[in-house]
């Protein structure tokens, strides 16, 4: 969809960007490609004796990797169904923690007016589930671990299927006691894992075992089963692993656990629900059409909203505990009356890279201050290289002040490999409706953070001649400065913050930045 624009927002470049990490922002809109004319003359049809005709079953390869995280799924037909686009609730603060948001590949967080956001969820390639984490016999690990030497560790997970190797989708084991000796057999240092089931210890060179303290009911995968980035590495007998000489980070000693009954346990499980859910907003419309197929959802919306938007199902507009909660089995009834055996097609639309690009500056955390009651941030974790997510009260009394932020399904911290900074053009339409220019045919500058780094890009909406002729558009993607070379995203999840042009991210130390957020002229 693309809407009428205001003269004062045909092409914006705006330059008033003060700090250390970009001198300009410039966001940029871009004439449609024409659809190229293919045929100039009609070809001769002659009539075909169909009774003669074999019948032929065309033949499609099993997709297993989800386009939109570069990981492998635990049920590649999922990937046939749409993207399921979820708006929840961020205000009022009782709608947290809420639920679901670390099964989505893509979270996009949008200003909202009077200092609030709100998420757009996108679900795809797994559905939320309820979950009680099993646990180890220690406190969980709640401090992000910063890499001071060479690291040695990695991830305690869970082995569902055991089938001995960690599969993408499996799930760690947190609050496991891990202990560390030299090569004497001294024990130098402990830890434990983080709600995720990472862990990792600052080393020098030199020779070294883990020794995983094995939980109560579980026992220890088989050992050294396949490729060593994805096998258990400790012994099953005494959870030791063996002597491993260091020499430089190593982050793929791992172990495997499986429960006695190979149950998990049920009790206090959360409902299977998704949310709070609440109204649309007009970017919605932009984010669904790049996500060829999808199904939006949202708790109804004004009037002027509600014609721009996509109609797959809106729910009940409810305040009492921060928005209406939807039901798994509903997204997934609305999934499946779209199926698409194209979709994986469809979503390809970026690429994905474990190993961290050149030409970053390092990062160990982002503030951001929305507003005054309004403030997030994210902490780089090397044991697990992703991004602990962290919010306010959003109260008087403990403003600016940070605690983790959880998913309710499961309990578990929010974790992401990616996290973006996306600069885009906010027209106000009423002081209290927003038009965030996020439709086809634009581009703009955008701040990536993965690895412990920050890194630079451009973001487009820009259609190619191919999706011009074929009708189908591809999400959005993320390009090196020169706009030619897609930027690598790490394999994950990818947490996308929508802000102004004038908004500015500032060292305030090293490695460590400030976002302020710059109001809209006339918005609330």
Same mark, same amino acid.
């Given at each position: 969809?693309?809407?009428?624009?205001?003269?004062?927002?045909?092409?914006?470049?705006?330059?008033?960007?003060?700090?250390?990490?970009?001198?300009?922002?410039?966001?940029?809109?871009?004439?449609?490609?024409?659809?190229?004319?293919?045929?100039?003359?009609?070809?001769?049809?002659?009539?075909?004796?169909?009774?003669?005709?074999?019948?032929?079953?065309?033949?499609?390869?099993?997709?297993?990797?989800?386009?939109?995280?570069?990981?492998?799924?635990?049920?590649?037909?999922?990937?046939?169904?749409?993207?399921?686009?979820?708006?929840?609730?961020?205000?009022?603060?009782?709608?947290?923690?809420?639920?679901?948001?670390?099964?989505?590949?893509?979270?996009?967080?949008?200003?909202?007016?009077?200092?609030?956001?709100?998420?757009?969820?996108?679900?795809?390639?797994?559905?939320?589930?309820?979950?009680?984490?099993?646990?180890?016999?220690?406190?969980?690990?709640?401090?992000?671990?910063?890499?001071?030497?060479?690291?040695?560790?990695?991830?305690?997970?869970?082995?569902?299927?055991?089938?001995?190797?960690?599969?993408?989708?499996?799930?760690? &084991? #947190?609050? +496991?006691?891990? !202990?560390?000796?030299?090569?004497?057999? @001294? =024990?130098?240092?402990?830890?434990?894992?983080?709600s995720n089931g990472y862990y990792g210890f600052n080393v020098s060179a030199g020779s070294y075992v883990v020794e995983v303290v094995k939980p109560e009911g579980m026992e220890f995968d088989q050992k050294d089963v396949g490729d060593e980035t994805q096998d258990s590495d400790v012994d099953q007998a005494t959870g030791r692993s063996d002597a491993v000489d260091i020499t430089s980070t190593l982050l793929d000693?791992? &172990? #495997?656990? +499986?429960?006695? !009954?190979?149950?998990?346990?049920?009790? @206090? =499980?959360?409902?299977?629900?998704?949310?709070?859910?609440?109204?649309?907003?007009?970017?919605?419309?932009?984010?669904?059409?790049?996500?060829?197929?999808?199904?939006?959802?949202?708790?109804?919306?004004?009037?002027?909203?509600?014609?721009?938007?996509?109609?797959?199902?809106?729910?009940?507009?409810?305040?009492?505990?921060?928005?209406?909660?939807?039901?798994?089995?509903?997204?997934?009834?609305?999934?499946?009356?779209?199926?698409?055996?194209?979709?994986?097609?469809?979503?390809?639309? @970026?690429v994905f890279s474990a190993i961290p690009p050149e030409g970053g500056v390092p990062a160990s955390q982002l503030h951001v201050n929305i507003a005054w009651l309004n403030q997030s941030g994210w902490e780089y974790d090397a044991a697990s290289q992703t991004w602990w997510r962290y919010v306010d009260d959003s109260t008087v009394e403990n403003v600016g002040i940070l605690h983790p932020e959880v998913d309710r399904?499961?309990?578990?911290?929010?974790?992401?490999?990616?996290?973006?900074?996306?600069?885009?053009?906010?027209?106000?339409?009423?002081?209290?409706?927003?038009?965030?220019?996020?439709?086809?045919?634009?581009?703009?500058?955008?701040?990536?953070?993965?690895?412990?780094?920050?890194?630079?890009?451009?973001?487009?909406?820009?259609?190619?001649?191919?999706?011009?002729?074929?009708?189908?558009?591809?999400?959005?993607?993320?390009?090196?400065?020169?706009?030619?070379?897609?930027?690598?995203?790490?394999?994950?999840?990818?947490?996308?913050?929508?802000?102004?042009?004038?908004?500015?991210?500032?060292?305030?130390?090293?490695?460590?930045?400030?976002?302020?957020?710059?109001?809209?002229?006339?918005?609330?």
């Amino acid at each position: 969809m693309i809407r009428p624009l205001k003269l004062f927002s045909f092409i914006c470049m705006l330059s008033l960007f003060v700090g250390s990490c970009v001198p300009q922002i410039n966001v940029t809109q871009f004439p449609p490609v024409t659809p190229t004319n293919i045929a100039t003359t009609s070809p001769i049809l002659q009539p075909a004796d169909t009774a003669t005709l074999p019948v032929i079953e065309p033949t499609r390869p099993v997709i297993t990797v989800n386009p939109l995280t570069g990981l492998t799924v635990q049920d590649p037909t999922l990937l046939n169904l749409p993207t399921v686009l979820v708006s929840i609730a961020n205000f009022p603060a009782n709608a947290r923690p809420q639920s679901g948001l670390s099964f989505a590949p893509y979270v996009y967080e949008i200003y909202i007016t009077a200092g609030g956001t709100r998420f757009l969820a996108t679900f795809y390639g797994e559905f939320p589930q309820p979950e009680s984490p099993v646990v180890g016999n220690c406190a969980v690990r709640t401090e992000p671990f910063v890499q001071t030497e060479n690291i040695v560790g990695n991830r305690i997970w869970l082995d569902a299927n055991q089938n001995h190797m960690q599969d993408a989708w499996e799930r760690g &084991v #947190g609050g +496991v006691c891990v !202990n560390l000796y030299d090569a004497n057999n @001294n =024990l130098i240092q402990q830890t434990t894992t983080d709600s995720n089931g990472y862990y990792g210890f600052n080393v020098s060179a030199g020779s070294y075992v883990v020794e995983v303290v094995k939980p109560e009911g579980m026992e220890f995968d088989q050992k050294d089963v396949g490729d060593e980035t994805q096998d258990s590495d400790v012994d099953q007998a005494t959870g030791r692993s063996d002597a491993v000489d260091i020499t430089s980070t190593l982050l793929d000693l791992d &172990v #495997g656990l +499986v429960l006695h !009954n190979a149950q998990l346990p049920s009790s @206090n =499980l959360a409902p299977p629900y998704v949310g709070p859910v609440r109204s649309g907003r007009l970017v919605y419309a932009d984010i669904a059409n790049f996500f060829q197929g999808s199904c939006l959802i949202f708790a109804y919306a004004s009037s002027e909203v509600l014609v721009e938007l996509p109609l797959c199902s809106f729910v009940d507009h409810i305040l009492q505990g921060g928005g209406y909660m939807l039901e798994v089995d509903r997204m997934k009834e609305l999934a499946n009356e779209r199926m698409d055996v194209f979709t994986p097609e469809r979503y390809v639309s @970026n690429v994905f890279s474990a190993i961290p690009p050149e030409g970053g500056v390092p990062a160990s955390q982002l503030h951001v201050n929305i507003a005054w009651l309004n403030q997030s941030g994210w902490e780089y974790d090397a044991a697990s290289q992703t991004w602990w997510r962290y919010v306010d009260d959003s109260t008087v009394e403990n403003v600016g002040i940070l605690h983790p932020e959880v998913d309710r399904l499961n309990n578990r911290q929010l974790q992401f490999e990616n996290v973006i900074v996306l600069f885009a053009v906010h027209d106000v339409i009423s002081p209290t409706n927003l038009d965030i220019h996020l439709e086809q045919d634009w581009v703009g500058d955008a701040l990536l953070f993965r690895d412990g780094q920050q890194y630079k890009i451009r973001w487009s909406t820009r259609a190619t001649e191919a999706e011009v002729n074929s009708g189908i558009r591809k999400p959005i993607q993320f390009y090196y400065p020169d706009e030619t070379t897609l930027f690598p995203l790490k394999p994950g999840h990818t947490w996308v913050t929508v802000v102004t042009p004038l908004t500015t991210v500032t060292e305030t130390s090293a490695g460590k930045w400030y976002l302020q957020f710059s109001q809209p002229p006339g918005a609330k």
